[in-house]
């Protein structure tokens, strides 16, 4: 698995971001949150409140974005909650980030359905373009992560970049789309196998009715 996340030092991140606060969008979008929920339990906003927060260190970034302490304070102060409550949120869920990660954060999944699928070709073509688990090229492009399932099983191996799931890959589908992000280009997302819609089988029936006559046909030969 990946290595311990590289915090800055302290006095770094708080001389960076002690005096975080939400943009004027934001601050609408976090008032929104908190009203979904009945009085006294508005810390149960805390979830999308870390996730709003770490994309607006990503927009000041050009990052995905992370989330330093004094922002995590942040959020634990407006939702008047002790800090180390939305501490334990963010170091529980790996949809937050706790160290500074590229424009592009490359999760590759490296469980089972995965591994047997070739996503150590994946991790080839990534290594190829420079890229160390649990580090971020110099070039602050790419971070790279291993992760535990992402629920893409049907369609491994699966990366997660950013918000973006890239699915049905072999080594040569991971090159060409770790060169497109290099390049400002969009690649597409979803099932890399032009063979297959979203998650439907490769080949065989593609709906129940298909499958029942599948079935009934199959016995008929026995």
């Known amino acids: 698995m990946a290595d311990a996340p590289q915090i800055p030092d302290e006095a770094e991140v708080r001389a960076r971001w002690g005096a975080f606060a939400w943009t004027k969008e934001n601050a609408e979008k976090a008032k929104a949150v908190i009203a979904r929920y009945p009085a006294g339990r508005q ?5 999308p409140l870390l996730d709003l927060a770490q994309r607006q260190v990503g927009a000041e970034t050009q990052t995905q974005g992370w989330l330093p302490v004094p922002v995590i304070e942040y959020v634990a102060a407006e939702l008047d909650m002790p800090f180390m409550r939305a501490y334990e ?3 529980f869920y790996t949809m937050y980030n706790l160290a500074p990660v590229g424009r592009y954060h490359v999760q590759v999944c490296g469980t089972t359905p995965c591994l047997l699928r070739g996503s150590d070709d994946v991790m080839a073509a990534c290594k ?5 688990k649990g580090k971020t090229t110099p070039d602050g492009l790419f971070t790279l992560t291993e992760v535990e399932c992402m629920g893409t099983c049907t369609n491994a191996p699966m990366v997660q970049i950013n918000d973006d799931n890239y699915e049905d890959l072999d080594y040569d589908s991971m090159t060409r789309i770790l060169e497109d992000l290099a390049a400002g280009k969009q690649p597409k997302t979803g099932t890399q196998n032009a063979q297959r819609h979203t998650s439907d089988p490769e080949g065989g029936p593609t709906t129940l009715k298909d499958m029942v006559k599948a079935n009934h ?3 008929k030969e026995w």
């Open 89 to 91: 949120v963010a170091t």
């Open 217 to 219: 046909d199959y016995r």
């Open 128 to 132: 190829n373009r420079g890229m160390t």
């Open 43 to 47: 810390r149960s906003a805390v979830m």
